[in-house]
């Protein structure tokens, strides 16, 4: 089966119907209610009332288990159909229309953490001949490390294609001044198998070492 970044862009992929399955299709949902769920234990958030970035926020599924969970948060994504699907679906979060490869709109130190299922790998995809996937990574984890409270965590779930990505996108953050790494569920599954890149933007106030999350 062809992987959707190679079919065509995120937001003609992620446009019409494709966009309206998100909030119908109840297997989609629960994927991605499990993956959201998921990334969030792994951001350990030190209380509730945080303020949390949902980049490639889609339809909003994400942004729902934020909201239960306790926290606000904004999101972002390319494809405006998905964005019109979120709001009404009358999500509680802010939807910005963005394409995280030039860059997250925010200012420096607005969110606690952040949080994104399945969408970094579409920065790995050259849609034109002048589009540069290192550079478009690059941009991105620059902007969110500003954006992000020092200290704080984001914890992105993606599909890589293969070790040479999972090097290309791991490294970028790394120097973009990250910390983390690549946790990976159920290693030795096929199927069930899932990547998560914990990142770490600088030292917790007070000086705390973080520790990678299980």
């Not at 973009?176 to 096929?190: K, Q």
Request: charged share 20%; with cysteine.
């Amino acid at each position: 089966m062809s992987r959707p970044e190679h079919l065509a862009p995120p937001e003609i992929f992620y446009s019409g119907e494709e966009a309206k399955k998100y909030a119908t299709n109840s297997r989609m949902r629960e994927i991605q209610t499990t993956l959201s769920e998921r990334a969030l234990q792994l951001l350990a958030l030190p209380e509730d009332g945080c303020f949390l970035l949902d980049v490639g926020a889609g339809s909003g599924l994400s942004g729902e288990c934020i909201t239960e969970a306790g926290h606000y948060w904004t999101g972002c994504d390319i494809s405006k159909d998905m964005l019109e699907v979120a709001v009404e679906g009358g999500v509680e979060g802010d939807m910005v229309l963005n394409d995280m490869g030039q860059g997250l709109p925010f200012r420096p130190g607005s969110f606690d953490g952040c949080i994104s299922i399945s969408a970094i790998q579409w920065l790995c995809n050259a849609e034109t001949a002048q589009a540069n996937p290192y550079k478009r990574l690059l941009i991105f984890f620059t902007s969110l490390y500003r954006c992000l409270t020092r200290g704080g965590r984001a914890v992105l779930q993606w599909y890589p294609e293969n070790p040479q990505q999972m090097e290309l996108v791991t490294s970028t953050a790394m120097r973009c001044g990250f910390g983390g790494g690549l946790l990976v569920d159920y290693p030795h599954s096929t199927r069930a198998k899932k990547y998560f890149l914990v990142l770490y933007a600088g030292q917790r106030e007070g000086g705390k070492p973080h520790t990678m999350p299980q």
